[in-house]
């Protein structure tokens, strides 16, 4: 009997003990400051595009501000959904955040009916990073020397003229749907798999003209390639100063930016959403990293969570009404 007291007690003393050391456990990781270990940052588009690139730019600066290691993880495919469900599905502990862009959190539930998630619900905005003016841009020998030419010619030849787009969905497709929209355009749509190869067929004389990102389409136009006919900015680009705005132009519905920013996923604490906006936003400012995205003719971000909620908000009430009103459809 003795010696099963004994056995007794000493159970309940290391039951009492492993109960302590489990209640304990999470109010001590709760006052972890954070970030205490390295972060993942998702990219969900392949690796050498523009978001890629921005993000390696962002991580080493990130890395000083947050005081543990940033790395960027691709995973692309589905028009930016896969990789933007990855992050909508990871813990809430902001050890796994992301790039959310224009067609993911803003046109792809509207363009493709149902989504792995629901941008809205599934997603903390933190900061919005830049936005990406796009150009309209055709070939120097185009007889296209403006926008007025190229309305002009369109309304001729209804349904004769071609305008290339980087896939369906993204800025370089819904830039020129709303150019159609807003004129009453009778315009084929070209898709291509990227801007790249859209640009090349341009160039190559296998489409009339396409709405580019203005990073991209600046070689070609400095270079003579290529004639910019408007920017969908609401101001001229100093980089190329001398194509006015669809705005100067008395078109100033065709305002269009290709913007990206950081989210987290659903539950995400509002302390670490604000620490990781400060930090992004302390990024922006750096001198190299604004550099490089001016140097792009992109405009720089930064501001509150909150701002780019309503970025978001606004920019899905947009492309959704374009998209139902035009019918478009994803082939």
């Known amino acids: 009997m003795s ?6 007690r000493a159970s309940f003393t290391a039951l009492a003990l492993a109960c302590a050391a489990i209640a304990c456990t999470p109010a001590h990781a709760a006052d972890e400051p954070y ?13 050498g595009g523009n978001a890629d690139l921005r993000m390696r730019q962002f991580a080493p600066v990130l890395s000083q501000l947050l005081g543990k290691s940033v790395i960027v993880d691709n995973k692309p495919g589905a028009g930016g959904n896969i990789g933007t469900d990855y992050i909508a599905k990871a813990a809430p502990d902001g050890y796994t955040i992301g790039v959310g862009s224009f067609a ?27 936005k990406g003016p796009m150009v309209l841009m055709t070939r120097t020998d185009s007889p296209f020397k403006s926008v007025a ?23 370089h497709h819904l830039s020129a749907e709303l150019f159609k929209d807003a004129l009453g355009l009778d315009i084929i749509d070209v898709p291509f798999k990227g801007g790249a190869p859209a640009s090349t067929a341009l160039l190559g004389g296998q489409v009339d003209m396409m709405f580019e990102q203005t990073y991209g389409a600046l070689p070609s136009i400095q270079s003579g390639k290529a004639r910019g006919l408007a920017v969908t900015s609401a101001q001229r680009i100093s980089t190329i100063p001398n194509i006015p705005t669809f705005g100067e132009l008395g078109y100033k519905s065709i305002e269009v930016s290709n913007w990206m920013g950081i989210v987290t996923p659903r539950g995400t604490p509002p302390a670490i959403v604000a620490r990781l906006n400060a ?14 995205i001016t140097s792009q003719s992109n405009i720089p971000g930064g501001g509150t969570a909150e701002e780019f909620t309503q970025l978001i908000n606004a920019e899905s009430v947009r492309w959704s009404s374009l998209i139902t009103r035009t019918k478009i459809k994803v082939e």
């Open 35 to 47: 970030p205490n270990h390295t972060i993942t940052l998702i990219v969900s588009y392949a690796a």
């Open 149 to 171: 030419d190229a309305i002009a010619a369109a309304k001729a030849k209804p349904g004769v003229l071609s305008i290339a787009n980087a896939g369906p969905g993204g800025a």
């Open 279 to 292: 930090a992004f936003n302390k990024a922006l400012v750096n001198p190299e990293v604004r550099e490089k």
């Open 3 to 8: 010696f099963s007291i004994t056995r007794t």
């Open 104 to 130: 993911p959190l803003s046109v792809n539930k509207s363009l493709f009916g149902k989504l792995p998630f629901d941008p809205q619900r599934d997603l903390v905005p933190v900061v919005l990073i830049e």
